[in-house]
T-cell receptor, first 113, second 115 residues
Framework: QQPVQSPQAVILREGEDAVINCSSS?????VHWYRQKHGEAPVFLMI?????EQKGHEKISASFNEKKQQSSLYLTASQLSYSGTYFC??????????????FGKGTKLSVKP | ETGVTQSPTHLIKTRGQQVTLRCSSQ?????VSWYQQALGQGPQFIFQ???????GRGNFPPRFSGLQFPNYSSELNVNALELDDSALYLC??????????????FGPGTRLLVL
C-alpha cells in the first residue's frame, strides 16, 4: 500500500517554513525521506526508526508517530536549494515481504526568491 | 555525488525490443535495488539483489530480470518492451539489505523511451 503524501505541491518564499506529511495505512518499521531535483537522482535526507532513533542531516528535522503511522518533514527558513520533490519511503511488512521500501508520489516544493 | 553511476543516460527503443541498463554501485555495497519511476510518480521497486542473488521482487512481470556481478556492477534487462515501460530507471546501492536502517544511494538514472 503506497503511503500518501501531503500536500502534493507547495510554493514558498525564501525564509518561509513548510511541513510535508507522509501517512501510511500499514504499520511502519521506519520512514525514509529523499529529495529529488529535476533530472537528478534522489538524495538521502533522513531515516526515522521506531523508538525515536533518527539518522540523517543535522539541518533537517522530522517526526515519526508510530501509533498514527505518520511522519512529517519540517523545512524551516527555506532556501532556494530546498526546491525539489520530496519522497517518503515506508518500511512495512508488505515491503519487507518483497524486499524494499514503498515510496509515496512525492511533494513538489518550489522556493522563490 | 553518491558514487553510483548508470549507463546509458538516455535510450530510445521500439515496442517488442529488448534493453539492458547498467549500474555501478559504491564499492563495498552488497545490495543493489532497481526502481522504475514514471513521470510525476515516486520510485516503484522492481527487485533487489544481495550478493549476486535476487532477494525480493516487486509487482513486475518476469520479462524484467537482473544480474549482479562480484565487481559491484549490475544489470536490468527488460524483454518485449511495451509503451508503458517508458520511464526513468534508477538503481540504488546499500551496504546491507535495503529497508529498515539501511541508507540507499541512488544513481542518476537511465531515461528509457519506448516508441
Amino acid at each position: 500500500q503506497q503511503p500518501v503524501q501531503s500536500p502534493q505541491a507547495v510554493i514558498l518564499r525564501e525564509g518561509e517554513d513548510a511541513v510535508i506529511n507522509c501517512s501510511s495505512s500499514k504499520a511502519l518499521y521506519s520512514v525514509h525521506w529523499y529529495r529529488q531535483k529535476h533530472g537528478e537522482a534522489p538524495v538521502f535526507l533522513m531515516i526515522l526508526l521506531k523508538g525515536g532513533e533518527q539518522k540523517g542531516h543535522e539541518k533537517i528535522s522530522a517526526s515519526f508517530n508510530e501509533k498514527k503511522q505518520q511522519s512529517s518533514l519540517y523545512l524551516t527558513a527555506s532556501q532556494l536549494s530546498y526546491s525539489g520533490t520530496y519522497f517518503c519511503g515506508t518500511d512495512t511488512a508488505e515491503g519487507r515481504s518483497q524486499g524494499n521500501l514503498i515510496f509515496g508520489k512525492g511533494t513538489k516544493l518550489s522556493v522563490k526568491p | 555525488e553518491t558514487g553510483v553511476t548508470q549507463s546509458p543516460t538516455h535510450l530510445i527503443k521500439t515496442r517488442g525490443q529488448q534493453v539492458t541498463l547498467r549500474c555501478s554501485s559504491q564499492s563495498g555495497h552488497n545490495t543493489v535495488s532497481w526502481y522504475q519511476q514514471a513521470l510525476g510518480q515516486g520510485p516503484q521497486f522492481i527487485f533487489q539483489y544481495y550478493r549476486e542473488e535476487e532477494n525480493g521482487r516487486g509487482n513486475f512481470p518476469p520479462r524484467f530480470s537482473g544480474l549482479q556481478f562480484p565487481n559491484y556492477s549490475s544489470e536490468l534487462n527488460v524483454n518485449a518492451l511495451e509503451l508503458d515501460d517508458s520511464a526513468l530507471y534508477l538503481c540504488a546501492s546499500s551496504l546491507g539489505l535495503a529497508g529498515s536502517q539501511e541508507t540507499q544511494y541512488f544513481g542518476p538514472g537511465t531515461r528509457l523511451l519506448v516508441l
